[in-house]
C-alpha cells in the first residue's frame, strides 16, 4: 500500500533528524516538529507505519528515542572515505592504505567521513573500541551534540557544552575526567558524530 503525503512526512521528519542529530526523535519531538496537537497523533502514525513495515520500534535506554526507519537497514551500500583512528587524548591517526567503507546510502554527502574508534570513553553511548563513526564537518556544534573536537592538536569524541570560561567536554564513561577547555586553549570542532556502527 502506497503512502500518504503525511505520512512520507513523518517518516522524512524521523530521517533528518536522526541524520542531523545521530539519534532518532522523541515523541514530544515529533509532535513538536510535525505541528500535531497531541501525543496520540505521534502515536497513531508509529502504530500505523509500524505495521506496514516502514518504521520499527527498538527499547532503548530511555524508551524514548526508539524509532528506525526500515529502509535505512535495507539501503542500498554506499560508500564514504575513511580518515583514520579516533582515540581521547591523540591526534587523529591517518590510516595507512586506508579505502573507502560501505554506509547507508542516505549518509553519503560531501562533507561526510568515517573514523574507526579507539578507546572505550564514550561505552555509555553505545560507541566502543572498534565502532566506526560518520561524522558531517563543522566548525561549530549545539550544546549536548557529540563532537570531534581538537584540542591542543589532540583529537577526542566527546559530548560538547560551552561555558562561561570555555568549553566542556563529556565522556560517557565514569572512568574518564570531564574535560575542560579554557579560552587560552587551541581549541576548535572537526565535525558532528551523525551515526555510528560496528562490522561483525
Do not use: C
Not at 546510502?105 to 566502543?128: C, R, T, W, Y
Amino acid at each position: 500500500m502506497s503512502l500518504s503525503f503525511k505520512q512520507k512526512r513523518f517518516l522524512d521528519f524521523i530521517r533528518r533528524h536522526t541524520l542531523i542529530h545521530g539519534q532518532s526523535p522523541s515523541y514530544e519531538e515529533i509532535m513538536a516538529g510535525l505541528g500535531f496537537g497531541s501525543l496520540g497523533t505521534v502515536n497513531w502514525y508509529v502504530r500505523v507505519l509500524t505495521e506496514r513495515r516502514h518504521l520499527y520500534r527498538t527499547k532503548g535506554p530511555n524508551g524514548k528515542r526508539a524509532l528506525t526507519l526500515t529502509e535505512q537497514e535495507h539501503a542500498t551500500p554506499a560508500t564514504l572515505p575513511l580518515l583514520g583512528l579516533i582515540a581521547a587524548g591523540y591526534p587523529i591517526e591517518a590510516l595507512e592504505n586506508a579505502e573507502s567503507i560501505d554506509v547507508p546510502a542516505p549518509l553519503v554527502h560531501p562533507d561526510n567521513f568515517v573514523l574507526k574508534v579507539k578507546g572505550d570513553s564514550m561505552i555509555e553511548e553505545q560507541i566502543e573500541d572498534g565502532d566506526y563513526i560518520i561524522v558531517r564537518k563543522n566548525p561549530t556544534a549545539k550544546p549536548g551534540q557529540i563532537v570531534v573536537a581538537l584540542i591542543n592538536g589532540e583529537a577526542t569524541l566527546k559530548y560538547y557544552y560551552p561555558t562561561d570560561t570555555g568549553v566542556e567536554l563529556h565522556p560517557r564513561n565514569p572512568d574518564y575526567p570531564v574535560i575542560h577547555v579554557h579560552k587560552s586553549d587551541d581549541f576548535s570542532i572537526n565535525g558532528i558524530l551523525l551515526y555510528s556502527f560496528r562490522e561483525y
